[in-house]
């Protein structure tokens, strides 16, 4: 069976707590998170925003998908956290 969910992300930053600061889209098998966008152009923020949540969540893969193209294939991209 697969598992997937949305998960806010809590964090305390310099002995502040932040609360709930990231939204994940997607995690799964509580292993991979999939960020899902829908922009015209992926940008680097959406990059480094995937790479935050694996950092902070310190799990090692996840998949970033833009829905809006015309080749979905060409638009799922994976990221690894420290290997």
């Given at each position: 069976m697969l598992n997937l969910r949305f998960l806010l992300i809590l964090f305390i930053y310099d002995g502040?707590?932040?609360?709930?600061?990231?939204?994940?889209?997607?995690?799964?098998?509580?292993?991979?998170?999939?960020?899902?966008?829908s922009v015209?152009?992926?940008?680097?923020?959406?990059h480094k925003q995937l790479l935050t949540y694996l950092k902070?969540?310190?799990l090692k893969l996840g998949i970033l998908v833009n829905f809006n193209t015309s080749n979905i294939n060409n638009s799922i991209i994976r990221k690894v956290n420290g290997l």
């Open positions: 502040i707590d932040m609360g709930a600061g990231f939204k994940m889209d997607l995690l799964v098998e509580d292993k991979v998170i999939i960020e899902l966008k015209e152009n992926l940008a680097l923020v959406h902070l969540t310190n």
